[in-house]
C-alpha cells in the first residue's frame, strides 16, 4: 500500500528518478532528441544534488547500445538494470536497484508509447505514485508520444514538468540548497 497515495507533492526523501532506455543508438532517431536529452540530463544532475536516488534501465543493450554517455558518466555503479521486456517492472529489472523501495517514482526516457508507457501503467497498478516528466520523455513521433501522454492521463498517471519536479523536491525557498539550485539549474 502507497504511504503517499493522497499525498499531491513530489517529496525528495520519497522518491526516486527513473530513467528509463535512453540508449545512444535509439536516442538520435527521437523528436527532438538533444533537447530531450539535455532535461533528462538536467533531472539527473538536480536529484543528485538533493540526494533522490537515481536509476536508469536499458533495453537490450547489446543491440540498442547503453545509456548516452552523457547522463551514464553521472551514474553511481549498480544503478542500471537491464531488460528485455518492454515494461521494466514486467522485467524484473528494478528490484534492487536504488530509490526503488520508495512509493513515489519521477519517470522519464524513451519510447513514450512503449517503453514508458508500460512501466508508469504497471508501476501504478503495483501501488506506487507515478509522475511522468513530460518535457523529459519522447518518440521517433511526436503523435505517440502525446497519445502515449494521453492514456496515462486516462489512468491516473500525474504528468509533470521537470521544475515542479525541483521546486517540490526543494519545498522551501532561503536555503543553501535552494541557492544552489536556484543558481545553477532555474535561471
Known amino acids: 500500500m502507497n504511504p503517499l497515495a493522497p499525498y499531491p507533492l513530489i517529496r525528495a526523501d520519497q522518491s526516486v528518478l527513473l530513467v528509463v532506455d535512453l540508449q545512444e543508438r535509439l536516442l538520435p532517431h527521437i523528436h527532438e532528441w538533444q533537447r530531450l536529452l539535455g532535461h533528462v540530463d538536467w533531472l539527473v544532475q538536480v536529484a543528485q544534488r538533493l540526494k533522490v536516488p537515481v536509476t536508469v534501465t536499458e533495453q537490450y543493450p547489446k543491440g540498442i547500445g547503453h545509456t548516452h554517455p552523457q547522463v551514464a558518466a553521472r551514474l553511481p555503479t549498480g544503478s542500471v538494470g537491464v531488460k528485455m521486456h518492454f515494461s521494466c517492472v514486467a522485467g524484473n529489472c528494478l528490484p534492487g536497484l536504488p530509490g526503488m523501495e520508495r512509493p513515489q517514482v519521477v519517470v522519464c526516457g524513451i519510447e513514450s508509447h512503449v517503453c514508458v508507457l ?13 509522475f511522468v516528466v513530460e518535457e523529459a520523455v519522447g518518440s521517433r513521433d511526436p503523435q505517440h508520444k502525446a497519445l502515449a501522454l494521453a492514456r496515462m492521463r486516462q489512468h491516473g498517471i500525474t504528468i509533470v ?3 515542479m519536479v525541483a521546486f517540490e523536491w526543494l519545498h522551501v525557498a532561503g536555503s543553501e540548497t535552494f541557492r544552489d539550485i536556484s543558481k545553477n539549474f532555474l535561471r
Open 161 to 163: 514538468c521537470r521544475e
Open 118 to 130: 508500460q512501466t508508469v501503467l504497471e508501476l501504478a497498478a503495483a501501488g506506487k505514485q507515478v
